[in-house]
């Protein structure tokens, strides 16, 4: 059986820990190390997990926050990350069940 791994994303937790809190705040400082990301770029960057993620972008981003990749991404087990999410909502995984509502008869 092969194990599943996920990742956890913690650019936005990096940056804060840094006293970053402006997604804005990393565009000319991704500029001055030759990565050229738009304001939206960023944004997406910082706040969902990217599918792709260039070397040059991840190793600036390190050099900004003066941290190594394992603070960026943390490589997880699909299990123990669906054990970890936040409460409140079913994971995307979780099926739905469905009711159903009935009235009383002779209303």
Do not use: N
Request: hydrophobic share 40%; with cysteine; glycine share 6%.
């Amino acid at each position: 059986m092969a194990r599943k791994v996920t990742t956890v994303w913690r650019l936005r937790q990096v940056m804060a820990d840094r006293g970053l809190f402006q997604t804005t705040e990393l565009v000319p400082l991704l500029a001055d190390r030759g990565v050229s990301l738009s304001r939206e770029q960023v944004f997406r960057l910082v706040t969902q997990p990217p599918q792709r993620l260039s070397l040059d972008t991840l190793a600036a981003l390190c050099d900004i926050l003066d941290c190594g990749v394992g603070d960026l991404i943390e490589v997880v087990p699909v299990q123990q990350a669906q054990r970890t999410k936040a409460a409140g909502g079913p994971s995307s995984d979780t099926p739905v069940r469905r009711t159903t509502i009935r009235r009383p008869q002779g209303l």
